[in-house]
């Protein structure tokens, strides 16, 4: 069974940083690209980075990009975003989502960890 | 960036009706080559996570009740619903994936009548 687990949410004040991270289990890590999508409260879906397997292609939105960084260490099943300049309109929950093997479709997603950014 | 605009934003329909949602892209997401269209359907109820439906603009995943199918090509994309369940009450969302920048609809919420 696929499984995706986010962790690192957590109350950062405006300006900060915050490491997320998502544990995956049941399927072959390194062949599936990953993405990470958020959803701020109340609100609907944002896709925000990309990475395939291999690390070598990652894609930002533009809301996100200069200041958010996707990474990946297949050795520990892990997928990781560094947030960093967070600003109020970064209060979200974010998932973790797993492409198919045979598209680009978010076939398999997390619970969700919630970032809040407040002073 | 593409952007995807989904009509309407909410939607009530009785028990055992049918729902329709659409969905449409700024620029078309039909890849020639493969013939395929790069759009999803999700399903979203409070407190969970996004469920994929449709693949490939028509591919229903597994799983999934055949009461739900999706339809379109290019730019214009239909979701439907044929007879609602109350178990349906969500709301869904478009998303391409025909270039690296993905996108989702707004969201259409779905209620019962």
């Known amino acids: 069974e696929v499984q995706l687990v986010e962790s690192g949410g957590d109350l950062v004040q405006p300006g900060g940083s915050l490491r997320l991270s998502c544990a995956a289990s049941?399927?072959?890590?390194?062949?599936?690209?990953l993405n990470w999508v958020r959803q701020a409260p109340g609100k609907g879906l944002e896709w925000i980075s990309y990475?395939?397997?291999?690390?070598?292609?990652?894609f930002y939105a533009g809301s996100v990009k200069g200041r958010f960084t996707v990474s990946r260490d297949n050795a520990r099943n892990s997928l990781y975003l560094e947030m960093k300049s967070l600003r109020d309109e970064d209060t979200a929950v974010y998932y973790c989502?797993?492409?198919?093997?045979?598209?680009?479709?978010?076939?398999?997603w997390g619970q969700g960890t919630l970032v809040t950014v407040s002073s | 960036d593409i952007v995807m605009t989904q009509s309407p934003d909410s939607l009530a329909v009785s028990l055992g009706e049918r729902a329709t949602i659409n969905c449409r892209s700024s620029?078309?997401?039909?890849?020639?080559?493969?013939?395929?269209?790069?759009l999803a359907w999700y399903q979203q109820k409070p407190g969970q996570p996004p469920k994929l439906l449709i693949y490939?603009?028509?591919t229903r995943e597994s799983g999934v009740p055949d009461r739900f199918s999706g339809s379109g090509s290019g730019t214009d994309f239909t979701l439907t619903i044929s007879s609602l369940q109350a178990e349906d009450v969500a709301v869904y969302y478009c998303?391409?994936?025909?270039?690296?920048?993905?996108?989702f609809g707004q969201g259409t919420k779905l209620e019962i009548k």
């Open positions: 620029q078309g997401v039909l890849h020639r080559p493969n013939n395929k269209n790069y």
């Open positions: 998303q391409q994936y025909y270039n690296a920048i993905y996108s």
């Open positions: 990475i395939r397997g291999d690390s070598r292609a990652t």
């Open positions: 049941g399927f072959a890590f390194s062949a599936y690209s």
């Open positions: 490939w603009a028509s």
């Open positions: 989502a797993r492409e198919a093997s045979s598209g680009s479709f978010l076939g398999d």
